[in-house]
């Protein structure tokens, strides 16, 4: 995995905007440019017209900007606008608060917004297809229709191709000339290259005979004028740049839409007073009111009052969660009904809401490893089709000797060739995957993923908050002789308060329910094994049996049967041991969720192996097991925390290629150990930084969803560079033996751009019934 390793201290991140990029050659040209400087490792994405740059600490924000520029783009750093940064605190914060950190300067600043200006804008590209499309279309006429001509008309066509070969195409000579001073050619260098020669080709003929129209009725054949092959493969070219960019402009929706869903306003509490405050200059600490129908401001938890929380907009689970004091809330979340006094935990760039979105930013501007084959290719594409397209004139010429024919071949090689769907199949794929994936609560950390979820093959289940609910409750207590219930779980109560487990929150919950608790001293714990305290002037220990065991008590044959017949109901029973003498069981129960049973059905279905792992006991584990249809033979059961990784790595021995789902902060060693680590949101985020996929609910569908979601993506991504490649692969002989028109090569290169962005957005339906 990749984050298996820390983050080099003496290295940063920035994100820039880069304006100019057009193809997947651009791409290739900023990141060799970038790459050249020592440390430096760009990463460039075309739609988002963006790159993800890690610098070392010596190198400036101004040197990279400058080596960007120099390869002939405009470059300028990113603005941080869906993640506003708390303001500065005040000299002196208000009781019970903490300081807001300053804001970063720009230069350090990690970015999650989206931009689309790289290109020309939409309205400037609508105005000059607009203008090509009203002389063309008279040009064409009076070009291709005999019956339309008049004497002279090529005059009239030089007039008309005027302003669409030079103002309407301007931004790809514009381009072209740009690289051109570099030394380098791209897509727009076809484009130019093509419609330039159309057009000067035909105003040489033009000036050479300028009778040569002086008749009307005249065949395409008859005459050495292309003008409307420059206005034609111009007109449509625009259109499809401009469909293009109005397409690309709804691939990034999702994410954008995602950042918005914060409240813009919060009202706190000063001095018992309420005042309605941007949302913006919350700080940790700061209680703010929630009332019905409003949005949750920021993170934090719930100090008074009890709701339905909807959180679907932020988890993709339609079921509101009940809340009440001291259950943690995330802002951009719905209060669905009562009152809530909740206290900011974390604000601006820290929030839940700001996570997802810089993983998901993350994420898009990566590079899945098949999309640096396409790179590589469109390094050495363009200069390829220029020769080609040189060879084809030539060779027509000497072969035929016919001017039309050898003119027309060339100019065709140049615009069937231009690799622009090549540059889009990878990141227009991986951005609406990934969008709609944010959209769904799942949030996936980088194209590598995608990868890896076609290759796994089995399913590492954790069972306790994946499986199961996680909230364990106390069902019965089993004295042994000499004790009583309420003793048992008074004293195991007690000593179970200096601990943060799960179960031991549990048995706390249940003693404290009948009497106050009785102070504890001395306090000791053994990760997955028990805890041990003095109470009440009494030894008290409680946990596995070989915790007991360690603490020199025994189980006798009586207390055995009564574990396994509690064991045997499903219950997973903690043993008390009292100076030294074993005093009962506290039995809990768990319930497994409604989905689990469906969702490992599902996994079956992808090919997928689940495997059942807790630290319960045999007994307990192959009850849940059987449940939810997973064979007793794969269950890990009686697994000590530090033991998940190596049951990881004992699946990966045995050449299973293992994705773990897990949720606590002891899942994360075995979530990075994994080859795919898939973190459930209700988790630590010690547990999500350590995962691949993150999962926003508690859901266990959701989990099957994310795989098939990103393998869905990378479906989409494979199928895009299919035709891309084929599309370049087939067009260029074809029109190198002349059975291409150029205006026909023109339509059919902005037609795959098209179809490969409207391929893509067919992933924003995912999910939908």
């Known amino acids: 995995m990749s984050n298996d390793t820390a983050f080099p201290t003496n290295q940063r991140i920035i994100e820039l905007d880069i304006q100019g990029m057009t193809c997947a050659s651009c791409v290739g040209r900023v990141e060799r440019k970038l790459g050249k400087i020592d440390g430096v490792e760009a990463l460039v994405n075309l739609p988002l017209e963006s790159a993800r740059i890690t610098v070392p600490t010596s190198v400036s924000d101004e040197q990279i900007i400058a080596t960007v520029e120099s390869a002939g783009y405009q470059a300028a750093l990113k603005v941080d606008r869906y993640a506003p940064a708390a303001p500065a605190a005040p000299e002196t914060s208000p009781a019970g608060t903490a300081p807001s950190a300053p804001e970063q300067p720009a230069s350090e600043r990690k ?34 229709i005999p019956g339309a001509q008049f004497p002279h008309w090529g005059w009239v066509a030089l007039v008309l191709a005027t302003p669409v070969t030079f103002w309407s195409a301007w931004p790809f000579h514009r381009a072209a000339a ?35 129209t002086a008749h009307t009725g005249m065949a395409m054949s008859e005459h050495a004028l292309y003008f409307e092959t420059a206005g034609v493969v111009a007109t449509f070219l625009l259109l499809g740049r401009w469909l293009e960019a109005r397409s690309k402009s709804k691939a990034g929706d999702a994410l954008k839409t995602l950042l918005d869903l914060g409240a813009k306003e919060a ?121 080609i397209a040189a060879l084809t ?38 951005l609406v995957g990934t969008g709609r994936g944010a959209q769904l609560g799942i949030l996936i950390r980088g194209p590598q993923v995608l990868e890896d979820t076609r290759k796994i093959d089995t399913v590492l289940l954790d069972k306790t908050g994946t499986v199961t609910e996680g909230n364990l409750a106390v069902t019965s207590v089993s004295p042994a002789t000499g004790f009583t219930s309420e003793m048992v779980l008074a004293l195991a109560g007690a000593v179970e308060s200096g601990s943060e487990h799960p179960i031991a929150h549990a048995i706390v919950a249940a003693a404290r329910a009948t009497d106050p608790l009785a102070e504890s001293t001395d306090f000791g714990s053994a990760p997955g094994g028990g805890v041990r305290a003095t109470v009440d002037g009494q030894s008290v220990v409680a946990g596995r049996e070989s915790w007991l065991k360690e603490n020199g008590i025994e189980l006798t044959k009586s207390n055995r049967e009564n574990l396994s017949a509690a064991q045997a109901t499903g219950a997973t029973s903690i043993m008390v041991g009292i100076d030294g003498v074993f005093a009962g069981l506290v039995n809990l129960t768990d319930t497994i969720k409604e989905s689990s049973a469906s969702a490992i059905a599902r996994l079956r279905e992808l090919g997928l192996r ?31 925390p530090e033991g998940k990784a190596q049951a990881v790595r004992k699946l990966q021995s045995e ?7 897990g949720d606590g902060v002891n899942d994360a060693p075995a979530l990075a150990q994994a080859d795919l680590g898939i973190a459930m949101g209700s988790g630590t985020d010690v547990a999500i930084e350590a995962a691949d996929l993150t999962i926003m609910g508690n859901d266990l569908a959701q989990v099957v969803q994310s795989i098939e979601l990103s393998r869905k993506t990378l479906r989409t991504i494979k199928t895009n560079l299919f035709w891309a490649f084929a599309y370049n692969t087939a067009g260029i002989p074809i029109a190198a033996l002349g059975f291409l028109n150029p205006m026909l090569a023109g339509a059919a290169m902005a037609a ?17 019934k």
């Open 655 to 661: 050449g299973r290629v293992v994705a773990m789902v």
């Open 610 to 640: 689940p495997v059942l792992l807790t630290g319960d006991n045999a007994a307990v584990a192959k009850q849940v097991a059987q449940k939810v249809g997973i064979a007793s033979e794969d269950v890990f059961a009686d697994v000590f």
């Open 752 to 768: 795959s751009s098209v179809l490969v962005v409207a391929n893509s957005l067919r992933l924003r339906t995912f999910g939908r």
């Open 267 to 387: 009202v706190v509490l000063r001095d018992g007073i309420e005042v309605k405050i941007p949302a913006a200059e919350l700080v940790p600490g700061d209680e703010f009111v929630v009332r019905p129908g409003e949005k949750i401001a920021t993170d934090g938890f719930v100090v008074t009052g009890h709701s339905a929380v909807d959180t679907a907009l932020v988890t993709g689970e339609s079921v509101p969660v009940e809340v009440g004091p001291d259950d943690t809330v995330i802002g951009a979340t719905i209060n669905a009904s009562g009152r809530l006094l909740v206290r900011a935990t974390r604000v601006g760039t820290d929030t839940t809401l700001a996570q997802m979105g810089r993983l998901v930013s993350e994420a898009q501007t990566g590079k899945a490893p098949i999309a640096r084959l396409a790179d590589k290719i469109s390094s050495v594409f363009v200069p390829i089709v220029l020769l």
């Open 111 to 144: 970015v999650r917004g989206m931009n689309h200006a790289a290109q020309p804008a939409g309205s400037d590209l609508k105005k000059r297809l607009v203008i090509a499309a009203i002389f063309t279309t008279p040009l064409f006429v009076i070009s291709m």
């Open 393 to 430: 004139f030539v060779l027509w010429m000497v072969l035929s000797g016919d001017l039309h024919s050898a003119f027309t071949a060339a100019v065709a090689v140049l615009v069937i060739a231009c690799p622009c769907a090549l540059g889009l199949a990878t990141p227009i794929g991986l």
């Open 178 to 212: 740009i690289n051109a001073r570099h030394l380098a050619s791209t897509m727009d260098t076809l484009v130019s290259i093509g419609v330039l020669a159309a057009y000067f080709f035909s105003l040489w003929q033009l000036l050479l005979d300028p009778n040569i």
